[in-house]
């Protein structure tokens, strides 16, 4: 059964502190991706990967890095958090990059309220 | 400019009826398509897909049509079922797209018993 897990479901930070969000996949994917949800604007995509050590900005980087240094994992970095980083956030992976028929198979979600 | 549109934020049906939640999309090479179901606290999961070289394709109680022509897709849920209530995703790919999924803002389906 296919499956990726995030580190934590629920996460409470304070203003301008660093937060790590960790995501891990068992299926051997090339491809993962960051994405935020917000209520109205739907999924928005942060970052993604194609391969270990490659990375590529989405929709709205700003606020973010990422780091993937091994296959299986993909890490979301919040410099210095804020309050408008408040949200949703989902890890997804995806087993090819050059097919468009490319199911993303999500986690479970980080709920982050920075305070 | 989405290229992914939802324009209905939410939907209430009765139970045992039809859901049609509607998507409609701008750009013309996208060639596949694909509808996520999201509960509350949880990550959208799969629910169902068609490529751009078929117009309808079925599983259970879902059924999604293509339009190719009027760059609109639908997801029908017949019947409706309490547990269909969510958030629904539609989703494309292709066309530029870098292999990536382009996702409308989603439409909440709630089924009243």
């Known amino acids: 059964d296919v499956k990726v897990t995030q580190s934590s479901r629920y996460l409470v930070k304070r203003t301008g502190e660093k937060v790590f969000l960790e995501c891990v996949q068992d299926?051997?994917?090339?491809?993962m991706f960051w994405y935020r949800q917000d209520p109205g604007l739907g999924l928005r995509l942060i970052y993604f990967s194609y391969d270990v050590k490659m990375k590529e900005k989405g929709d709205i980087p700003e606020g973010y890095s990422v780091s993937r240094e091994k296959k299986e994992r993909f890490s979301l970095i919040l410099e210095s958090a804020s309050t408008n980083q408040t949200s949703m956030y989902l890890c997804?992976?995806?087993?090819?990059?050059?097919?468009?028929?490319?199911?993303?198979?999500f986690g479970p979600g980080t709920r982050l309220t920075v305070l | 400019d989405q290229q992914v549109k939802q324009n209905s934020p939410s939907l209430s049906v009765q139970e045992g009826r039809i859901s049609i939640l509607n998507c409609d999309y701008t750009n013309s090479m996208f060639d596949y398509f694909l509808w996520y179901k999201k509960y509350p606290a949880e990550g959208p999961t799969f629910l169902i897909s068609i490529s751009s070289i078929k117009d309808k394709n079925e599983d259970g109680r879902f059924t999604v049509f293509l339009n190719k022509s009027a760059k609109h897709l639908s997801l029908h849920i017949v019947p409706s079922q309490p547990g269909d209530s969510a958030v629904y995703f539609c989703a494309a790919s292709g066309g530029g797209s870098q292999g990536n999924l382009i996702f409308g803002k989603g439409t909440k389906l709630s089924v009243k018993p």
């Open positions: 299926m051997d994917h090339e491809n």
């Open positions: 997804a992976s995806s087993l090819v990059s050059d097919s468009p028929y490319n199911e993303q198979f």
